[in-house]
């Protein structure tokens, strides 16, 4: 009989659907759930719902108080756990583009390797499945593939910067015996079909932006925008992906990008959002290096805008990713990323109908 699932960063907004999910398959696993402590009301609250919409016993889902940052992941007892653990998915990590470098390395890096020493005492240890990003690639220009990873790249940021190190640290655990799978999202926005998210970044910041101004809307633009492009991906694609991929042994060793194959240039992204948002998209010239400056030094530019600097770069961003790997896999499946401008429209709708939302990260 197989042993149970770990899942760390419940109740966050990708792992929460996931666990819905495995709770669906056949095969009756049980799961649990690492969830801080300041967590723990609204993990409970989430992980009822989610026993009762999927009609599951409860005794299938269990949380236990702990954390990455802390060896033995803070668990009270850590070895009992680790001999019924057979699965571990690492989903927990700070998704904050403008985090400090020295909480970005405790929880993304030392927490990951925390995770894998966890996972290197579970005696049945079938997968450890590492949820990445695209973005450790970096700034690195041109095609980036599933199988890169140290390519002397730069970072945008110290959150790219720490997650590729806990990937580096994944990889090293993998070359070393233990069954890693690794899945790179792309820049994770609502779901397709809702447009139900958690919180506003990424697009919403410029779809945010242009809804508080009139019919004829301003927006700063880096040059290149119709060579470059951005790599959104909406979170019932990255989950369905998730969800096959990890019950399949043929992803055992292989990383995904999941990705769009055929995103659209920053230029087509920025007058979809117009249309999106029944504006007509003024553009003006604007290197990253000033815009950045802007938002960072001029008194009130950030906040009547509300983008905050570390995004801008996502906008003159020259990497494209390739996804051989997931393409192959997933297209037996019948799963596939959808247009960005085919869902887009869902993603404003409740941007509109839930302005209360915000762009902070569980952290």
Sequence with gaps: ??????????????????????LTRPGARRVVC????????????????????????????????????????????AAKLAADVSEVFH??????????????L???????????????????????????????????????????????????????????????????????GMPVTVYRPGIVVGDSRTGETQKYDGPYFILRWLLKQPTIAVLPVPPGTDRMRVNFVPRDFVIGALDALSASTASRGVTY????????TIDEAIRLMGEATGRIVLRIPTPVAIARAALDW?????RVMGIPSDAVAYFAHPTFYDTTNATRDLAPL?????????YLPRLVAFLKAHPEISAAAMV
């Design 1 to 22: 009989m197989a042993g149970r699932i770990l899942l760390t960063g419940f109740p966050g907004f990708l792992g929460s659907e996931l666990v819905r999910r495995i």
């Design 34 to 77: 690492l969830v801080q402590e300041k967590f723990a009301d609204v993990a409970r609250r989430r992980a009822d719902a989610i026993v009762r919409e999927a009609g599951v016993a409860p005794s299938r889902l269990s949380l236990v108080s702990g954390d990455i940052t802390r060896p033995g992941l803070g668990l009270a007892a």
């Design 91 to 104: 989903f927990a990590a700070v998704y904050d583009l403008s985090v400090p470098r020295a909480p970005a």
């Design 106 to 176: 405790r929880i993304n890096v030392e927490g990951t390797r925390n995770v894998l020493d966890f996972a290197a005492d579970c005696k049945r240890l079938d997968r450890f499945h590492h949820v990445s990003t695209c973005y450790v690639s970096g700034r690195r220009a041109g095609i980036f593939r599933e199988a890169d990873l140290e390519r002397d790249q730069t970072f945008n940021n110290f959150y790219e910067e720490t997650k590729y190190l806990a990937e580096v640290a994944v990889r090293e655990r993998a070359q070393g």
């Design 257 to 264: 990008q999941l990705a769009d194959p055929d995103p659209p």
């Design 298 to 302: 001029v008194p009130g530019v950030e």
């Design 334 to 342: 019948g799963i596939s990323c959808p247009r960005f401008a085919d």
